[in-house]
C-alpha cells in the first residue's frame, strides 16, 4: 500500500492525481521536492505514436548512466538522442509543463536544456534478457549531467504492450510507481532516486529529458 501522507509536511498528493499542487501550498510552505508533479495526458497518443515511430526509424546504441559510464548491470536500454526538427512540436509542450511543475512543486532557478532529448526503449525479449535501469538519480558527475536540476519522464507506451517495466521514485525508503497512462508526463527533481523495473515482456518506449540551472545552494 501506498501512503497518502509521507512525513510531517504538507499533504502530498497521489502521484497519479497530481495535476497542479499550487491550491495545497500554504504561505510559508516548504517547496514540494519530495512529490512527483504528474500530468497523465500530455501528449496524445497519437502524438506517442509519432514518436514511437521516430525511434523505430532510427539505428539506437545502448544507453550509458549519467556523465557517459558504461554499465550494464545498472541499465540496459536502447537509446538516441532525438532530433527535435522532426517533431517540432515537442519543445514546447515539454515548456508547457516544466513551467508548471516548477511553479507547483520545486521553484528552482533553472536555465534551459543542455542536453536535448532522449528516446529510450526497453525490450523484454527472451532471449537478451529484460531491458531496465535500476536504482539512480539522474544528477552526475561529469559533463552537464551536473548541472541536470529536473528530470521529465514521458511514458510513450500503451501499459497493455508491454509487462513489467514500472517507473518508480523513492522519497523516503518506499517504492512509489507513477503513472504508466501514454502520454503521461512527469517531473521530478534530478536527486530523486528512482528506476524503471525489467520489462519482461513486449517494448516500452520512453521519453527523458532534463533541466539545467545554477549548482543548487
Ligand atoms: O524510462 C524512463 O521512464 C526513465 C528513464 C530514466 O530514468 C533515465 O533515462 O534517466
Ligand atoms: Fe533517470
Given at each position: 500500500?501506498r501512503?497518502?501522507?509521507?512525513?510531517?509536511?504538507?499533504?502530498?498528493?497521489?502521484?497519479?492525481?497530481?495535476?497542479d499542487?499550487?491550491?495545497?501550498?500554504?504561505?510559508?510552505?516548504?517547496?514540494?521536492?519530495?512529490?512527483?508533479?504528474?500530468?497523465?495526458?500530455?501528449?496524445?497518443?497519437?502524438?506517442?505514436?509519432?514518436?514511437?515511430?521516430?525511434?523505430?526509424?532510427?539505428?539506437?546504441?545502448?544507453?550509458?548512466?549519467?556523465?557517459?559510464?558504461?554499465?550494464?548491470?545498472?541499465?540496459?536500454?536502447?537509446?538516441?538522442?532525438?532530433?527535435?526538427?522532426?517533431?517540432?512540436?515537442?519543445?514546447?509542450?515539454?515548456?508547457?509543463?516544466?513551467?508548471?511543475?516548477?511553479?507547483?512543486?520545486?521553484?528552482?532557478?533553472?536555465?534551459?536544456?543542455?542536453?536535448?532529448?532522449?528516446?529510450?526503449?526497453?525490450?523484454?525479449?527472451?532471449?537478451?534478457?529484460?531491458?531496465?535501469?535500476?536504482?539512480?538519480?539522474?544528477?552526475?558527475?561529469?559533463?552537464?549531467?551536473?548541472?541536470?536540476?529536473?528530470?521529465?519522464?514521458i511514458?510513450?507506451?500503451?501499459?497493455?504492450?508491454?509487462?513489467?517495466?514500472?517507473?518508480?521514485?523513492?522519497?523516503?525508503?518506499?517504492?512509489?510507481?507513477?503513472?504508466?497512462?501514454?502520454?503521461?508526463?512527469?517531473?521530478?527533481?534530478?536527486?530523486?532516486l528512482?528506476?524503471?523495473?525489467?520489462?519482461?515482456?513486449?517494448?516500452?518506449?520512453?521519453?527523458?529529458?532534463?533541466?539545467?540551472?545554477?549548482?543548487?545552494?
Open positions: 500500500m501512503p497518502s501522507h509521507r512525513g510531517n509536511g504538507p499533504h502530498r498528493p497521489e502521484p497519479d492525481a497530481g495535476l499542487y499550487r491550491g495545497l501550498l500554504g504561505h510559508n510552505a516548504p517547496p514540494l521536492v519530495y512529490a512527483a508533479a504528474t500530468y497523465p495526458d500530455a501528449l496524445s497518443p497519437e502524438e506517442c505514436q509519432q514518436i514511437i515511430a521516430h525511434i523505430d526509424s532510427q539505428d539506437l546504441r545502448r544507453g550509458r548512466l549519467a556523465g557517459g559510464l558504461k554499465a550494464p548491470l545498472i541499465r540496459s536500454v536502447a537509446s538516441e538522442w532525438l532530433d527535435e526538427h522532426q517533431i517540432p512540436w515537442l519543445t514546447e509542450r515539454i515548456v508547457k509543463y516544466v513551467a508548471r511543475a516548477n511553479s507547483s512543486n520545486f521553484p528552482f532557478d533553472l536555465l534551459g536544456f543542455d542536453e536535448g532529448f532522449q528516446v529510450l526503449k526497453y525490450s523484454g525479449d527472451a532471449l537478451s534478457g529484460p531491458d531496465f535501469y535500476d536504482w539512480h538519480i539522474d544528477m552526475g558527475h561529469s559533463g552537464a549531467s551536473q548541472s541536470r536540476k529536473l528530470s521529465v519522464l511514458q510513450l507506451s500503451k501499459p497493455d504492450t508491454y509487462q513489467g517495466g514500472a517507473l518508480e521514485v523513492n522519497f523516503d525508503g518506499t517504492a512509489i510507481p507513477l503513472g504508466t497512462a501514454q502520454g503521461t508526463l512527469c517531473v521530478i527533481p534530478s536527486f530523486t528512482h528506476r524503471v523495473c525489467p520489462v519482461t515482456a513486449g517494448r516500452r518506449y520512453s521519453l527523458a529529458t532534463w533541466v539545467h540551472g545554477p549548482t543548487f545552494k
